[in-house]
Structures are given as structure tokens and as C-alpha cells.
């Protein structure tokens, strides 16, 4: 990771974690080339990439300003990851479970209707994965990524798949705060997994959105119920540190 990197990560977790409030002035172009010496070229760049996922308002003559946290770009991989790292945030948990409730539905049934036999070896080839390893649970959980990463380039809608990166983090950050380990949910969860994916394989387009939702609506049960349980809280973010939904 160069400087340029090492920057943008720093920056982005402060700003994503609470360290720096929206509105905030951050330190001149001039300060934090002496505070982390490096050139204006490597403290530009920095402010571009955070421009550009929303996270600071860079206006010339007016200085370096953190937006408000309803303005970041939540499809960004690195922003969600920053902001779920610490514990995660409930109203965002439930935003991306209700977004992905939307998406991922409609993904299997045009994977049922549209998939090749190409797209048919990777799904199985996932699945595969997932069922040889409930014991491993970051080989299992990576394979359930790239199951439903499968699933989404098998729906051969060419925007769908561009954010292809996007929706495996949203996935992500919503597996990584309902994940169960125990021997029933992973029973379970590989039995769902194998129906999707014989309902694709069979082209069954109903089954597959039934399916889908079906997993979805057993994922937001955990996360909500969580979140009851804890009084809102998912994770172990500090409330301060939270942002307002």
C-alpha cells in the first residue's frame, strides 16, 4: 500500500467512524503535508478519492469539509467497510437489507431465466464450496460471496453487473452482522443455497425468487431480532458515534 493509500484509508476510517463530525473543517492542504510529510501532489490525490466517495466537500478557496453521512456513497466497497469496521450501525443494517431484499429476488429469477452453462459451473462450483466447509467459516463465508456474486453475473443484465462489487459488499457487511454458526443454521443455509441453485439450474424462475426471498426474510428475522434485543444497537459502535437515519 503506498502513501497515497495509506492516506485515503486513514482519512476515510476517521472521517467514517466518528473521529471528524460532518461539517467539519479538516486541516489545510499545507498542514497535512507537514503533519504527515509528504508532497501536495499525495494530499491531493487523497482529497479527490474521498471527493468522489462523498465523504469531504473539496471547494477551492473554501477548504476541506466532512459531509454529512446521508451524502456518502454507501455502493463504495471502501466506505461501507470503514463505517462497519467498529461495530456496525442499525439504520444502515436494515437500509441494506431492505435494498438488497429488492435486488437480489429479481437477480435469481433473471439468473433461472438467462443463465449458461458457463454460468451454471461457477453457482455449482460456489455452492460446492459452501457445502464441503460449515467448519471454516471464513472459507464458507467467502464461498457464499461468490455464490451470490455468481448468481448476479448470471442475470446477464449488463448494469446489474457492473455493480457486481457493490452488491457483494452490501452482502458482506450484512453476513458479517447475521452470520450463525451453529449446526441447524448451517444445515439450513446450505439446503437454501442448493435449492437456489437447482431452481437456476432447472430454470425455474418463480422457485428461484421464492427462494431468494425466503433466504433474505430468514437473514433480516436475525438482524432485526438483534437489534431488538440490544435496543437498537447492532454491533459495538458507541451511540455516539452513530449517525442519525
Not at 473554501?62 to 446521508?70: I, W
Not at 451524502?71 to 463505517?83: A, C, P, S
Given at each position: 500500500m503506498n502513501k497515497t493509500e495509506r492516506l485515503t484509508q486513514l482519512f476515510g476510517k476517521r472521517i467514517t467512524q466518528g473521529d471528524y463530525a460532518p461539517g467539519v473543517a479538516l486541516p489545510s492542504e499545507a498542514d497535512l503535508c507537514e503533519q504527515f510529510g509528504v508532497s501536495r501532489n499525495v494530499i491531493r490525490e487523497v482529497v479527490k478519492v474521498l471527493a468522489t466517495k462523498r465523504l469531504i466537500d473539496a471547494q477551492?478557496?473554501?477548504?476541506?469539509?466532512?459531509?454529512?453521512?446521508?451524502?456518502?456513497?454507501?455502493?463504495?466497497?471502501?466506505?461501507?467497510?470503514?463505517?462497519?469496521?467498529?461495530?456496525?450501525h442499525p439504520s444502515l443494517i436494515r437500509s441494506l437489507i431492505e435494498v438488497w431484499g429488492l435486488i437480489e429476488p429479481i437477480i435469481s429469477r433473471w439468473a433461472a431465466e438467462r443463465a449458461t452453462a458457463v454460468d451454471l459451473v461457477e453457482i455449482e462450483a460456489s455452492f460446492n464450496a459452501m457445502a464441503a466447509n460449515p467448519s471454516r467459516i471464513d472459507v464458507f463465508h467467502e464461498a457464499d460471496i461468490r455464490f451470490h456474486r455468481a448468481v448476479l453475473i448470471a442475470s446477464h443484465n449488463v448494469v446489474m453487473q457492473q455493480l457486481s462489487d457493490a452488491v457483494s459488499a452490501l452482502q458482506r457487511a450484512i453476513f458479517d452482522v447475521t452470520f450463525v454458526s451453529d449446526t441447524a443454521h448451517m444445515a439450513l443455509t446450505i439446503q437454501e443455497h442448493r435449492e437456489l441453485f437447482e431452481a437456476i439450474r432447472r430454470k425455474l424462475p418463480d422457485a428461484a425468487e421464492a427462494v431468494s426471498r425466503q433466504m433474505i426474510e430468514r437473514t433480516a428475522q436475525r438482524a432485526f431480532s438483534g437489534m431488538d434485543r440490544d435496543g437498537g444497537k447492532v454491533g459495538t459502535r458507541a451511540p455516539d458515534t452513530e449517525m442519525d437515519s
Open positions: 477551492r478557496n473554501r477548504g476541506l469539509f466532512v459531509m454529512p453521512a446521508e451524502r456518502w456513497n454507501y455502493l463504495d466497497v471502501d466506505v461501507l467497510e470503514w463505517t462497519l469496521e467498529k461495530g456496525s
